[in-house]
C-alpha cells in the first residue's frame, strides 16, 4: 500500500507544475490533447499486462444499479458544485433538489445492494468497525487534501499575484515529498501499527489547515512550499494506514468489495470537497461583497481572500472532526487466506 501511495502521488505531484508551463507557453486546451495520447498508452498497457489475480464470479451487471449510482454520486456533487453558483445558494431549488434526489437515489442503492444474490458492492464490509472508520477518515483527508489543491492555487494566483509557473513550483515539492515517503510510511504502519501514524498525522494536517487559513498578503513562496509539504506529509500518514488497517479486518471474499468501495468514497468524496470548498470560497466572496455597490479590483482580492478563509475554516473543522475519530482506531491484522488451508474471520 505504501507503494501504491507513492505511484498514486507522483502524477498530482506533477501535474500542477506541468500545467502551469502549458498555460503559460500554449493554449489551456492542450491540458486536455495531452492527456489523449496518454489514455491510449494507458489503455493499451492494461490490455496487454493486467491479469486477475482473484477467483471470478462472473456477476450480472445490475442495470437498475448502475442508474442508481448514478443519479445518487452525480446528484450530490452536482448539487454542492450549484449552492454557489446562484444568488440562491443552498435554498435555490436546483441546488437542494439535486442533493435530495441523490441521496435517495444512494439509499435506494445500498439497500438494492443488500437484497440482491449477488451484489455490485457487498455493504456487508460496513459491519467492520474499523472498515467503517477508515473509510470516514479517508474521505475526510480526500476532501481536504483535493480541496486544498484547488483552493490554494486560485489563492496563489489571484491575492499574492504568482505566476501559472511559479504555483505550480510551489506546489511539486510536497506531492513529490508524499510519494517518496508513502513507503516508508507501510513500512512503519508494519512496525508500530495505524495509531502512532493516524494520531500526529491528523494533528500536523490539523495545524497546517489553521496554518493556510491564517496566510496574508505577505506570505512568500517558501512559506506556501514549507505548509503544502507539511499537508502531503500528514496526508501519507494518514492514507494509506488507514485504509491498510480497514481492509485487514475485511475476510478475504470481501476484500475487492472493500477496496471498491474504499477507491470509489475517496474519488467521489474528493469531488464533493472540492465542490463544497469552492461553494464556501465563493459563497465568503459573495458575502464581502453585499454592501459594495461597484467593487473595486482591490475590493475583489479582498474578497476571494475572505472566501478562501471561511473554506479553510471549514477544513479545519473536518480535520478537528477526524482527530477525534482517530482516537478510536485499533490495529487488526490482516484475515488469514482461505487458500492456506485456514478460516476466515
Known amino acids: ?44 498497457y492494461g490490455i496487454v499486462s493486467l ?20 443519479l445518487g454520486f452525480g446528484g450530490i456533487v452536482f448539487g454542492f458544485s450549484s449552492a454557489g453558483e446562484g444568488p440562491g445558494g443552498w435554498t435555490d431549488p436546483m441546488v437542494f433538489t439535486t442533493i435530495a434526489v441523490g441521496f435517495v437515489a444512494l439509499v435506494w442503492f445500498v439497500i438494492r445492494q443488500r437484497n440482491l444474490e449477488t451484489p455490485m458492492l457487498d455493504m456487508r464490509v460496513f459491519a467492520f468497525p474499523m472498515f467503517r472508520l477508515a473509510i470516514v477518515l479517508m474521505m475526510i483527508v480526500m476532501m481536504t487534501m483535493f480541496a486544498t489543491m484547488i483552493v490554494m492555487p486560485i489563492y496563489l494566483l489571484n491575492v499574492l499575484a504568482f505566476s501559472a509557473v511559479t504555483v505550480g513550483l510551489v506546489m511539486l515539492p510536497g506531492g513529490l515529498i508524499n510519494g517518496a515517503i508513502s513507503p516508508v510510511m507501510g513500512y ?54 488507514a485504509q491498510t488497517n480497514g481492509l485487514n479486518q475485511l475476510p478475504p471474499h470481501l476484500y475487492p468489495h472493500g477496496a471498491a468501495i474504499a477507491n470509489t468514497l475517496m ?58 475519530l482517530a482516537l478510536f482506531v485499533r490495529r487488526v491484522a490482516a484475515s488469514p487466506s482461505p487458500d492456506k488451508g485456514e478460516g476466515t474471520r
Request: charged share 10%.
Open 1 to 44: 500500500m505504501g507503494v501504491l501511495g507513492l505511484v498514486i502521488m507522483f502524477a498530482p505531484a506533477i501535474g500542477p507544475t506541468v500545467s502551469g508551463l502549458i498555460i503559460d507557453y500554449l493554449s489551456w486546451r492542450w491540458l486536455f490533447i495531452f492527456v489523449i495520447p496518454i489514455a491510449i498508452i494507458s489503455i493499451w
Open 267 to 324: 474519488q467521489v468524496s474528493g469531488a464533493i470537497g472540492t465542490a463544497l470548498f469552492i461553494t464556501i470560497m465563493t459563497m465568503g466572496e459573495q458575502k464581502y461583497l453585499a454592501g459594495i455597490a461597484q467593487p473595486s479590483q482591490a475590493d475583489q482580492t479582498a474578497a476571494l481572500a475572505a472566501g478562501v478563509e471561511h473554506s479553510l475554516t471549514f477544513g479545519f473543522a473536518l480535520s478537528l472532526i477526524a482527530l477525534v
Open 51 to 70: 491479469k486477475n489475480v482473484t477467483e471470478v464470479t462472473n456477476p450480472k451487471i445490475d442495470l437498475l444499479s448502475m442508474v442508481l449510482s448514478t
Open 188 to 241: 512503519l504502519f508494519d512496525k508500530f501499527g495505524p495509531r502512532w501514524l493516524l494520531l500526529p498525522g491528523i494533528v500536523m494536517m490539523t495545524l497546517t489547515v489553521f496554518l493556510f487559513r491564517s496566510l496574508d498578503s505577505g506570505a512568500t513562496p517558501v512559506t506556501i512550499i514549507i505548509l503544502h509539504s507539511l499537508l502531503m506529509v500528514s496526508v501519507a500518514m494518514v492514507m494509506m494506514p
